[in-house]
DNA sequence: AGACTGTGTTACCGCAAGTAACATGCATGT
DNA sequence: ACATGCATGTTACTTGCGGTAACACAGTCT
């Protein structure tokens, strides 16, 4: 048996997973995370039981879809990330890239952030607690690899990396979701706005008349 | 009718919830955020249309006890950035005390950040997606406000303050998360790191030698 | 032909949210 | 004293989901 090859029948089941997770794609970006088994069936044109031997369960499904995603959008971050520009624009232009894909497609952004949908007893397949946003802890691991790679941050400069990674798409996630619900600027202020804070204007700033600073 | 004066039953019924309260709160703490209301009505020592006559549904139940939650953090928090010391001082306490909240009491924590549990189609209680955690939405308002009272930002200084009100509350957040799931440094290392950031380290830093800045 | 495998179905279980419909203690108005 | 209301409590039910067992039908290999 050669493990390279893969038989018609592998590629096959792989074609048709495809075909369900596209499927399941467009209800739960139709209906929102909530979205039955049964209408995921549905729109794919078979029943239950299929998704499940193809899925395991809810959870496995989610977390296909969640990949897919998370992938995709990982891939235009590194991309944004390795530009050639100095770092400031660099900063500017990942967080940029990351609010227009959230503005872009806000439902997928949704489902991305929030997948713990469904949550039965019996519900084993997504173990919420343990990794609430998948999406968030990869992006902030690549970050802080980026971040470990390119500065020279001196002794115990890896761990300072990964906090900075995580807290940095924190700040991204937290600002942009917000964003998001009220639109109080532009992106293009928004993106101004947080690289300022990356680039130290909160230390920087002086104290209002009248008051200890903050 | 004098509408400041509570009613013996009034007076009651407040006494009755906070007692709901008080056993949803044990219940959830124990089972996580998936108890069922049978189980929450069950350590009452009551049943569900009880629940549901205080709380409407299970959504109203989880938001009520979630404000209770937030409202102590944010009472604590408020202490912290309130503190007389200098700005650093000020960042690094509020740090330490959030961080400190989310590590003593990991439960309570979590289900602050994940209540969109057990999502039935009916379940139109808690409308996921437009509010997607409270308390960060509340945290990073009301450091916007102290950050605007506070500094002096110039022209457009109230959009900067919330825009890094809810910024420096999604660094601490995902940061927090990621450190309470890994414990990958102790607290202290954790707030100084993040101060750092804040401090607009990340700018000063130094290229690695061989490669572009990030 | 007959066994095996992948794909599909119907019909069902268990369980949780939420809802009548009915019972009961207790204060009040006449 | 007695009926009226009202809050508080119950049992029993419906609905709808996740998940599964059991069965049915194609193609393929020996």
Not at 40 to 67: C, N, Q, S, V
Not at 93 to 105: K, P, Q, S, V
């Amino acid at each position: 048996m050669d493990t390279t090859q893969r038989t018609d029948q592998q590629r096959s089941a792989d074609r048709r997973r495809r075909e369900l997770l596209e499927a399941a794609d467009r209800v739960v970006l139709r209906d929102g995370p909530q979205a039955s088994m049964n209408a995921i069936a549905a729109e794919a044109g078979i029943t239950k039981p299929i998704l499940y031997r193809h899925f395991g369960d809810k959870g496995g499904l989610y977390a296909a879809l969640a990949m897919r995603h998370t992938d995709a959008l990982l891939d235009s971050l590194r991309a944004a990330l390795d530009a050639p520009a100095d770092r400031r624009e660099r900063v500017e232009a990942t967080l940029d890239t990351y609010l227009t894909a959230i503005e872009l497609r806000p439902q997928v952004y949704r489902f991305l952030m929030h997948p713990a949908e469904g949550g039965q007893p019996g519900d084993q397949g997504f173990d919420v607690g343990k990794h609430s946003a998948p999406l968030l802890r990869r992006m902030g691991e690549e970050l802080a690899q980026v971040i470990e790679e390119r500065l020279d941050l001196g002794p115990g400069g890896q761990q300072l990396a990964r906090v900075w990674g995580h807290g940095i798409v924190g700040m991204m996630h937290a600002a942009g979701d917000w964003w998001l619900g009220e639109r109080p600027c532009s992106r293009a202020e928004l993106v101004r706005s947080l690289a300022d804070l990356l680039w130290g204007r909160l230390a920087a700033a002086g104290d209002r008349v009248g008051g200890p600073g903050f």
